[in-house]
């Protein structure tokens, strides 16, 4: 008996000295990034379990420089904290940081990996990926796009009128887009109150306001398979109605394609299918099944959806905020479109109000710091070594207020984009990167913008937007997992300036 616990006990203490020798072996081999002192297991609780995730990094890379290591449970983690970094790794180093993470919300979401945003970087996904960019610039041709969001948004707008007391525009905006980006997928255009797009709205922000600052399955994986929380099980449960809807429609599709017509982006995906079969393309097949289809369309619509309406929250909030921006933005709406419907043809013209929706994006935390990134293989970044396996995060939040490059980050300023003619500067601006950079640049920013700018310019033309006699803007936004900001509700009156 004495020999047995002598002999467990000398195992165990080998095999703990083993593994603490394992890994200040393996530390020792790479220069890791720097990074607070943690409880080893818990890792940064603090951090990891406020919802001001994107804020207390920026403030630990005050300290510890651009490029950030922490403990999320076991887990290690880095956070990119300025551009350079970011576009170092993300552009520089092509591919090494494109992977994903199998994180346990992520594969619940994407049946393990069968989507674009959750997948890792494999032939499959850049297959997926170039599909899907296909069917979306389907909408870019003629005016299809413009159509459908002119379609859209009237009957909202003709609802919005009619309001006599103060009233939530976020209950319009959201509605808004969710009609859009379900016009984009499943093609029909479905009256305002319609019982499907309302459910689809209910649950995702049932699941926004679930997930808060996310779910410990995501620490701790797991415990959704012995004893998963009541978060998990009530969010699984909503996303599973979600997908039911999404299966749904493209079971329809699938039923009632007809050959030579394309009726939206669900046709797209069909048409491809249909292609690689003509061509008896056997590996494209294999790729092209239903789950896969049906994960994409998935993608494009919860993606597209929550990053476009909570734009559109925070333009029409930084609106009223600003009456006098407002204004400007309404003389040049009044200048440039007169009294016709704004549309793409004014796109290049627009410029103050597009100055404005970049300062929007920039100022409205609608990424937090994104989905995660994984590299594939060791890589380095701002000189340190990052492992294989490694997740990694960009801060879009702290790129966004680095006082290196914006002056007074916290104000709304659209000057910033524009030159002294009031015309927008060149390029890029430095230090904005809300649809990301690199392999995983946002798929559908190339219809985000214009769409986002179609639907203020039609807004503001329309209205005159402002708080009721003496309220005060609330200044406290929302938040939601992964650092994700929104504005808090507010009631908002209308006077309408174009007549239709
Ligand atoms: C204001 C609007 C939008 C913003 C700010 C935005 C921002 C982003 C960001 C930051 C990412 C993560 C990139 C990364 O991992 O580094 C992303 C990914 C993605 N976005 Fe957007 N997005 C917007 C609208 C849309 C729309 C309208 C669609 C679809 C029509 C869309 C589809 C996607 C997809 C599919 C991905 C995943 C890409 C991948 O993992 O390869 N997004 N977006």
Redesign the pocket.
Known sequence: MINISLNTQTVLVGVSMGIVVYYVIKRMRYRLPPGPWCIPFVGHYTVYSSLEVHRKVTELSKIYGPVVRLCFGSTTMVFLNDVEVVLEAMVKKKADFAGRPKIASGEMVSEGGKD??FSTYTPTWKFH?RI?GKA?RHYLQGDLLENMIQNSMEEFLVKMAQEKEPFSVKNYVDRMVFHQLYTICFGEKRPIDDPEIEELLKLDDDIIEDFGVGVLEDIFPYLKDIYPTAKWKRMTDKMNRIMDILRTKFKQHVDTIEPGVNRDFTDSLLIARQEAENERDEAALEKLDDTHLIQTIS??FL??VE??RF?MDWFVYFMTKHPEIQSKCQEEIDRVVGMERPSMKNRDNLHFIEACIFET?RLGN??GV??P?MTICDSQVGGYDIPKGTIVF?N?WALHHDPKYWKDPEKFDPHRYLDDNDKLKPGKPDSWL???AGR??????I??KPE?LLMCANLLQRFEISLPDGVKPNLEPKMTGFGVEYPSEYRIIVRQRVVR
Do not use: M, N, Q
Not at 440 to 445: A, D, N, P, S, T
């Open positions: 674009i945003i990926r899907a979306i993608d494009i993606a597209g990053t476009t734009t994006l609608v990424a994104g989905p990134h960009i879009f809300p649809f990301s995983r640049v946002c798929l559908g920013e219809i985000a986002i």
